[in-house]
């Protein structure tokens, strides 16, 4: 294990920064979210859920796919950069690091999405364990460490000391590149960070949600979630704003469109949401006709259809997101504790 | 340092130049389609499916009724009813669109089918789909056993492929063509009739094999009558239709239960949809 050896969180980032375009969660309009670093940003390193998850730099809430030029009869495609500058987002919690493998599974599963591809490739993320959980995580439910996450490198704040630790071959490559800045930890200090996180593992076993059940959710039983009378209750007071769905770290759904800008056509993706009824309405009818089916899908998917399709693997990471957002306080957490009561 | 990738990606589209429309009912027109250069825009399977653009206008998914053995040209035969579909049908041949494909599954025909008896059943534009298998069948005749086809328009004027189907298709050996319109009608000696009812009164055998695609109304009535003839679900196919936008399993959009119809499907058997929620 390494730690920085300055207590001065500007020296890394602006050492990062010279080398990298520098991600980290910085406060904008009361609001904080991943943006770039700077000198006069309001960094908000304490800040444990940025609004919109670190996936909005994977796959971003809006982005142009490809560009048509029309001239006359003729139709030109015009195919976006195949390079992309590396960069780096420093401060992803365990719960979003996850998520990256849930959209990987996704993206990266044949054919694979280009645009995802290349900002995984290009992007390097730097995890912050947890240290100050709230009472709407549950990531432990999904199996998920708050003080292990999956990153290319791992950083841990003991005693406002910064310990280090590269995880993969793209990792260590960085942290060779920051060597001057970074030192051995000793003995002790592992010891200290090991018992930090121990004390955090036992705050979040102590959480509202931490006691949660997940494994009735099995491929077998989908028809019988999919029929609970528990459905008819639960969407009662939903408003279809689809606010969980932007939030969530996992959620993958996006519509394709057109733009004319005045002198081409722009095709650009973004970010919808089944919790929509245009999301699945067509000529000849609308296969989910009121908010309990969109409902339903939402929820169905993260926890039942998912999985089924990847080894187990549950499209939700306990970030309690949608448990601070959605204004009527409908959320995963209670759809898991209703359906499980059966 | 930077990155970098082959943008080789499914979103993005080829450039297909529109050779020649056919008129084939008074709201379905049929596009041939192929590259720049004349040759094929990419190969395909009876069932799969393509997604057409006029960028800017839209871009919407549709089946290639098509043989995979046509080298010269894809055709795409379109209803017209919303945006996009209007404004192909206002297009001249020689101008462009974009393509991209092959999308989704396809019909069993190079294993399940071969040796077997087919019973092909379509309703108005869900001929599209299926015509694909016929023409590949046809091609390849030796292969599969004796071949029906039963579809059913509004009117004459309404049967999608007429010509080809009335005329071509009968000559082949082996191969029956059942034609049903709903409603009696001057210069048409045929049967009248829905195609569920004509589908009960023609008492097939029930060892055949059997692709159904059409409108919501017909498969259901005509699968209740199969069952009743004494079909099993394990027997018939048919394609899936939903809201697509991506095409690849990853935009959301077309999920059922586990399945994405874009890419799992459109083609499934009944049975296999039996398994799935009832939300399509
Ligand atoms: C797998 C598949 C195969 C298809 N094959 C054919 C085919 O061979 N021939 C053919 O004519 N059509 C086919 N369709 C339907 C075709 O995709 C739609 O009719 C077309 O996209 C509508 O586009 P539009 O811009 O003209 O309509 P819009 O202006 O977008 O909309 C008109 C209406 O159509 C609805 N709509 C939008 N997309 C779809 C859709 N994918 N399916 C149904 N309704 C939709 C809209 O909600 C609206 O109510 C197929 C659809 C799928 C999913
Ligand atoms: S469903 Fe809610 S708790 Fe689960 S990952 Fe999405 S936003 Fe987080
Ligand atoms: S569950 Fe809540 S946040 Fe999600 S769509 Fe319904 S009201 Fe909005
Ligand atoms: S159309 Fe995008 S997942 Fe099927």
Sequence with gaps: ????????????????????????????????????????????????????????????????????????????????????????????????????????????????????????????????????????????????????????????????????????????????????????????????????????????????????????????????????????????????????????????????????????????????????????????GQPRLTQLERFRQRFMHKLLYYPMNNNGLFSCVGCGRCVNKCPISMNIAKVIKALGDE | MMSEITREDMHIPKIGIVREIIQETPDVKTFRINAPDGSPLFDHMPGQCAMISVPGVGEGMFSIPSSPTNREYMEFSIKMCGCLTSWLHSMEPGQMVTVRGPLGNHFPVENEFIGKDILVIGGGIGIAPVRSVVKYMLDHRQDYGRIDVVYGARSKEDLVYYEEMSKEWPKVPNTYVHLTIDREQEGWDGPVGFVPNYVKELNFPTDKTVIMCGPPIMIKFTLAGLMELGFQKEQVYTTMELRMKCGIGKCGRCNIGSKYVCKDGPVFRFDELDELPNEY
């Excluded at chain 1, 406060?27 to 960094?43: D, M, N």
């Excluded at chain 1, 990531?139 to 630790?165: H, K, M, R, S």
């Design chain 1, 1 to 284: 294990m390494l730690k920085f050896t300055s207590d001065q969180m500007s020296t890394l980032f602006s050492a990062i920064s010279a080398m990298k375009t520098l991600y980290v969660p910085v406060e904008k309009g009361g609001e904080v979210t991943f943006g770039v670093w700077s000198e006069t940003e309001k960094v908000r390193l304490d800040a444990l859920k940025t609004v919109k998850s670190a996936k909005d730099l994977f796959f971003p809430q809006a982005e142009t796919m490809m560009g048509f030029k029309m001239e006359g009869k003729n139709i030109e495609i015009q195919v976006p950069e195949e390079k992309m500058d590396e960069f780096v987002v420093f401060g992803v919690r365990a719960c979003d690091a996850k998520s990256f493998e849930v959209l990987d599974n996704v993206f990266l599963a044949e054919p694979v999405d280009t645009y995802y591809a290349l900002r995984r490739k290009s992007g390097i993320v730097i995890c912050a364990a947890c240290t100050r959980p709230e009472e709407s995580c549950f990531c432990n439910v999904f199996g998920i460490d708050a003080t292990a996450p999956a990153g290319d490198i791992v950083t841990w704040t003991v005693d406002g000391t910064l310990y280090w630790e590269a995880k993969t071959e793209k990792g260590e490559a960085f942290t060779a590149q920051l060597s001057e800045y970074l030192a051995e930890a000793t003995a002790e200090e592992e010891a200290a960070v090991a018992a930090q996180n121990e004390a955090v593992k036992a705050i979040i076993a102590k959480l509202p949600y931490a006691n949660l059940k997940v494994d009735g959710f099995t491929g077998d039983r989908m028809m019988e979630y999919f029929n609970s009378p528990k459905w008819a209750e639960l969407y009662q007071a939903c408003l279809g704003c689809g606010t969980c769905t932007f939030v969530c770290p996992t959620c993958q759904c996006y519509d394709i469109r057109d733009y004319d800008t005045g002198h081409g056509i722009q095709r650009y993706r973004c970010w919808d949401s089944c919790m929509y009824s245009e999301f699945t309405k067509m000529a000849g």
